[in-house]
C-alpha cells in the first residue's frame, strides 16, 4: 500500500501543498517545517478525505493553537445546535473543533460538523464505539476497528485514542480522591477489569496505525489518567501512563503517522513546567496537547478563566495545542455562548504565550491595536480585538449609560467613559 501522510512525504524530502500553505501562515521557512514534520516534532493534520481543510499545524515552533470541544449528550443538544456551537467555535478562532458527541445521530452530526469545518476535525471513537452496545463490557476488537475506519474514511482529521492505560496501572488510580475523570479511561479501566483483559486499543494499536496510514489519520495519544484534581496531579498513574504514550509515539513514528500526546487537566501553577518538559522528555517532543491545565479546583462556573490562566503558562513552557474549557466545566453541557466565552478565553492564553516566546508576527496585532488607541480610532479597535462584536457593545453600552446620567445625548469619541474628556491622559499626554 502506497504511503500518502504527511509524514512519510516530509520524510521523502517533499514539501506538500499542506505543509507550504502552514509555513506561509506562519512566516516560517517551509524547509524548516518539511523537517520538524519528518521527525515528528510538528503535525499538520489533513485526512485525504476533508476536501474543505484549510491546513493548520501544531508543534513547538509554530503559533500555539487552541481547540473547541462541541458535540451533544444523551440529555441535551441536536445536529442543529451543534452546527451552531461549530460556527461560533470558527468564528471567535478556534484552530480545530472536536465532535465528543455520546447521544443519538452521532454519525450525521459528524457528517455535517466535517462538511461545514475547514478545520480540522477530531473525534474520540470510544464515544461512538460505546452508542452501539448496551454495556462497556460489550466491546470488541472488531467494533473498534470498525468504528474508527468508518471515522477515518468519512474525514476525521485526528482521533483520540486512550491506548495508553494499562492493566498495570488501575491500582494506582484506585488510590486517587477522583480515580478516573477521563470519560474514555474510565469506560476502558471499567471493561479491563470486568473482563481481565489488556486495554483493546494498546493490543489492536497496529491495526489501527494501518488505518490512519490509508486516510492520514492524526492519532491524539489520550490521557486517560489525566489528574481531574489539584490532590491528584503529577502522581504515579500519571506518569505510568505518560511513560507508555512515549512509547506509542515511538510506535507512529516507525509507522509514519502523525501523532501528539495529550496531557494534563488539573496541575498547581508550580507544576505545569515540570509537566511540559517530562513530556518532551519522555514523548520524542511530539507536540503536547493540553486540557487547561486548570490551576485551581474551587471556581465553578469560571473554569474558562480558571484554566486559561494554566493554559498559557503552559504553551509558554512547551504546549503546540490548548483545548478549552468553558464557563460550563464540572457543571453541565455547554451552549454557543459558552463555546463563545470558551474559545476567547484560549485565544488571549495562546497569543500570551506566542508574545511571550516571540513567535514570528505575534506582536503584530498588539502594536496595531495600540497606535489605534492613540488615534482614537474606535473601529479600527473593534476590527483588531479578539472579540469585535463585545468591544463594540460594551463601547456602545458605556456611551448609553454617560447619556442617560446626563441627559445628554452627544457623545465624543476623544474619551471613554472611564475617564471623561477632563481626565483622559491619552488626550493630556498627547498635547505635552
Not at 57 to 86: F, H, M, V, W, Y
Not at 274 to 303: H, R
Not at 367 to 394: G, T, V, Y
Amino acid at each position: 500500500m502506497k504511503i500518502i501522510t504527511q509524514m512519510a512525504r516530509a520524510q521523502a524530502g517533499e514539501i506538500t501543498p499542506q505543509i507550504a500553505a502552514v509555513a506561509a501562515s506562519e512566516q516560517i521557512n517551509p524547509e524548516k517545517l518539511r523537517l520538524a514534520v519528518a521527525t515528528g516534532t510538528a503535525i499538520v493534520p489533513a485526512n485525504i478525505n476533508h476536501s474543505s481543510l484549510e491546513p493548520i499545524g501544531i508543534g513547538r515552533i509554530l503559533r500555539t493553537k487552541i481547540n473547541a470541544n462541541i458535540g451533544n449528550s444523551s440529555l441535551s443538544s441536536c445536529p442543529k445546535q451543534e452546527l451552531e456551537k461549530l460556527h461560533t467555535a470558527l468564528k471567535y478562532g478556534a484552530d480545530t473543533v472536536m465532535d465528543l458527541s455520546t447521544g443519538a445521530n452521532i454519525i450525521s452530526i459528524r457528517r455535517t460538523i466535517i462538511d461545514n469545518s475547514p478545520a480540522p476535525i477530531g473525534t474520540v471513537p470510544i464515544y461512538e464505539v460505546l452508542s452501539r452496545v448496551e454495556n462497556s463490557e460489550q466491546l470488541s476488537d472488531a467494533l473498534i476497528l470498525d468504528v474508527i475506519r468508518e471515522q477515518a474514511k468519512q474525514g476525521v482529521d485526528y482521533m483520540t485514542i486512550h491506548a495508553g492505560l494499562l492493566m498495570a496501572h488501575l491500582p494506582e488510580a484506585k488510590k486517587r480522591l477522583l480515580r478516573i475523570v477521563s470519560r474514555g479511561g474510565s469506560i476502558i479501566a471499567k471493561w479491563m477489569q470486568a473482563n481481565q483483559r489488556e486495554n483493546l486499543f494498546y493490543t489492536n494499536f497496529d491495526a489501527i496505525l494501518e488505518i490512519c496510514r490509508q486516510y492520514d489519520v492524526t492519532l491524539s495519544l489520550g490521557d486517560g489518567l489525566r489528574p481531574g484534581c489539584l490532590a491528584d496531579a503529577s502522581d504515579e498513574a500519571q506518569f505510568a501512563e505518560l511513560a507508555v504514550l512515549g512509547q506509542l509515539v515511538q510506535r507512529c513514528h516507525k509507522a509514519q503517522v502523525q501523532v501528539m500526546v495529550e496531557g494534563p487537566g488539573h496541575i498547581p501553577l508550580d507544576e505545569i513546567k515540570m509537566n511540559m518538559e517530562k513530556e518532551q522528555e519522555l514523548c520524542a517532543d511530539a507536540p503536547f496537547y493540553i486540557l487547561g491545565p486548570i490551576v485551581t479546583d474551587c471556581a465553578p462556573g469560571y473554569d474558562h478563566i480558571t484554566s486559561a490562566i494554566g493554559a498559557a503558562l503552559g504553551a509558554f513552557h512547551g504546549a503546540s495545542m490548548l483545548c478549552y474549557v468553558t464557563p460550563k466545566e464540572h457543571l453541565g453541557l455547554p451552549n454557543a455562548e459558552d463555546v463563545r466565552n470558551g474559545v476567547i478565553a484560549y485565544k488571549i492564553a495562546a497569543h500570551a504565550a506566542d508574545i511571550g516566546l516571540k513567535r514570528p508576527g505575534a506582536r503584530e496585532r498588539d502594536n496595531a491595536i495600540s497606535q489605534a488607541r492613540a488615534a482614537f480610532d474606535w473601529e479600527k479597535q473593534f476590527s483588531l480585538a479578539l472579540d469585535p462584536d463585545r468591544a463594540r457593545a460594551m463601547r456602545q453600552e458605556a456611551l448609553s449609560e454617560r447619556a442617560e446620567a446626563t441627559a445628554d445625548s452627544s457623545t465624543s469619541d476623544k474619551y471613554c467613559t472611564m475617564c471623561g474628556p477632563d481626565f483622559c491622559s491619552m488626550r493630556i499626554s498627547s498635547e505635552l
